[in-house]
């Protein structure tokens, strides 16, 4: 057991929903540490899943939008770093096994389950459905699972809102493991080290960025957008003068620069203080002034996206380039999931015309039962004269 256990391959699976393009929430939150991940080559297999699928459980009627946001996510992953001959990036649509795991898995979880979960919960708060909850966003995280189990994925680096979904996929492979036999690992979620990049606040400090709220810096703002962003930034309603005390915790210019700025930074853009510590001692004690750590903070950001920038200007003149690598990498998926699909099929007893064994034994049973009910026949026709 335990050998079979170190020959499993290591398998890195992650995604995005393509309901607009990324923004820094993404890249501190996952994108960023993708990238180390893919970079130290201590995965076997890594997977970046594009979930067209699930971006339509709650925009039905806006296939647009989703269609048009596969290849400015792929864009973002590839100006981020994203090397596809080391990561398959595919599209979640062209992988026919998800939802068909994703109906098997539905019986595995009950309704009042899936009300449970408290991001599905807010999410729904958020988008206003009222009464009228799309199925498929209510059972989207049970094809969440199938995304990441279908892959064998180990680890599923992603933000803190995704940690119910990473326990719900753990739920479904232990019971679908303990009903039928062994096929699904159980994911584990890796989330960024530092506290501040696990939900980044948006910038207007409500407590999550995100595409559907219109409070995002994109990876693909220009400097300009950036730093007219972050100027508008939402800081500590208390600091009313530059001589008043400030708060530098649940401040979201504080904590982009927590996620954000490294000590070199200030030796190119603010050098009157060495590191970020001093410059927050500072603004708690009083007498700095929001602008000052607003302009070090666009300077900060600019610094760290202009690569980014610069590599998706390049990759936007080969669009026909990035839906080929979808294209092929979703081949790719496509046989990985449907070998796990295979061996999950044959532990169910599905596999109706591979399984030659239960053929075999059906056979056997029918040859048997005919055979006996001629010797009844004989016997009754000999008893009879
Ligand atoms: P939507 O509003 O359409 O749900 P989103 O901005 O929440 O979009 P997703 O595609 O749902 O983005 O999330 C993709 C990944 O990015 C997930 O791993 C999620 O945890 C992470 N992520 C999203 N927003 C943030 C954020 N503000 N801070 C940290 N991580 C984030
Ligand atoms: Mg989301």
Known sequence: MENEEKKLPKIMLTGDRPTGRLHIGHYVGSLRNRVELQNTGDFDEMYIMIADTQALTDNAGNVQKVRDNVVEVALDYLACGIDPSKVTIFVQSRIPELPEFTCYFMDLVTLSRLERNPTVKAELQMREFGESIPTGFLTYPISQAADILMFGASIVPAGEDQAPMIEQAQEIAHKFNSLYGEVFVEPKIQLPTL???????????????????????????????????????????????????????????????????????????????????????????????????????????????????????????????????????????????????????????????????????????????????????????????
């Open 195 to 385: 506290e501040a990049a696990r939900r980044l606040p948006g910038t207007d400090g409500k407590a999550k960025m995100s595409k559907s709220l219109n409070n995002a810096i994109y990876l693909s703002d220009d400097a300009k957008t950036v730093s007219q962003k972050v100027m508008t930034m939402f800081t500590d309603p208390t600091h009313l003068q530059v001589s008043d005390p400030g708060h530098t915790k649940d401040n979201p210019v504080f904590i982009y620069l927590d996620a954000f700025c490294k000590d070199e930074h200030f030796a190119k853009f603010l050098p009157e203080y060495p590191n970020l510590d001093a410059l927050k001692a500072h603004y708690e004690r009083g007498g700095l002034g929001d602008v000052t750590v607003k302009k070090f903070l666009a300077n900060v950001l600019n610094d760290t996206l202009e690569p980014i920038r610069q590599r998706r200007k390049e990759l936007e003149n080969d669009i026909e380039g990035v839906y080929k690598i979808l294209e092929e990498g979703s081949k790719k998926a496509e046989a990985k999931a449907a070998s796990i699909a295979l061996r999950a099929r044959r532990k169910m007893g599905i596999d109706y015309f591979e399984n030659h064994k239960l053929i075999e034994k059906q056979q056997k049973a029918y040859k048997k039962a005919h055979e006996q009910e001629a010797a009844l026949a004989a016997y009754l026709a000999k008893n009879k004269k």
